[in-house]
């Protein structure tokens, strides 16, 4: 079965923690995607990758930063973790082309900054 | 600024009913569309696409798109409480792999 991996469902981590979010798609995926989804938001995109080694900005890129070194594996780095920062962040990945097959979403990472 | 609008609900039905629900979207150039099923605290699951006007079924889900009225629908069949979750519409613009979401809507189905 094709997935979408992120490495933790729950983190807590303390403000100013540089924090490493890992997401990996066994799809052979050209492009993936950083959302955060909160309350009444809905999903926001962070930052999107199409190739190794590129990344674009999404939405609300600010306070994260991105690193696509292989084509399966895609980190959301919190460069200074900040409370409002906590969300559920969510990777997705989907094949190249004009979006007609849509996401698969990994499970989602529930992440508390104290 | 693309906009894709849901009744955020929550949407009540009983089982065994057909739960409608609905998404509107603001541009006219707009060419793929998707319903996600999300459960509570869980990622959203991709569970129909739909590119050109008319119905499409999958089992006990059918999509509907009026591009000329700009709507997407997800009609589902003899609702299940285990159909209970949020339902995200998104849509892509041509040339574009990255849709626009709505804010979902809550379905209640209850026994």
């Known amino acids: 079965d094709v997935k979408v991996t992120q490495s933790s469902r729950y983190l807590v981590k303390r403000t100013g923690e540089k924090v490493f979010l890992e997401c990996v798609q066994d799809?052979?995926?050209?492009?993936m995607f950083w959302y955060r989804q909160d309350p009444g938001l809905g999903l926001r995109l962070i930052y999107f990758?199409?190739?190794?080694?590129?990344?674009e900005k999404g939405d609300i890129p600010e306070g994260y930063s991105v690193s696509r070194e292989k084509k399966e594996r895609f980190s959301l780095i919190l460069e200074s973790a900040s409370t409002n920062q906590t969300s559920m962040y969510l990777c997705?990945?989907?094949?190249?082309?004009?979006?007609?097959?849509?996401?698969?979403f990994g499970s989602g990472t529930r992440l508390t900054v104290v | 600024q693309k906009e894709v609008e849901q009744n955020s609900g929550p949407l009540s039905v009983p089982e065994g009913a057909i739960a409608s629900l609905n998404c509107t979207y603001s541009d006219r150039g707009s060419q793929s569309f998707f319903w996600y099923r999300q459960y509570s605290g869980k990622s959203p699951e991709l569970i129909m696409f739909i590119y050109s006007n008319g119905d499409k079924e999958d089992g006990r889900f059918t999509a509907q798109l009026n591009k000329a009225s700009q709507y997407v629908s997800l009609l589902i069949r003899d609702s299940q409480p285990s159909d209970s979750a949020t339902y995200l519409c998104?849509?892509?613009?041509?040339?574009?792999?990255?849709?626009?979401f709505g804010r979902g809507t809550s379905l209640i189905v209850h026994p």
């Open positions: 997705a990945s989907s094949v190249t082309g004009t979006g007609l097959y849509g996401y698969t």
């Open positions: 990758s199409y190739d190794v080694k590129m990344k």
């Open positions: 799809m052979d995926h050209e492009n």
């Open positions: 998104a849509v892509t613009t041509g040339g574009s792999y990255i849709p626009t």
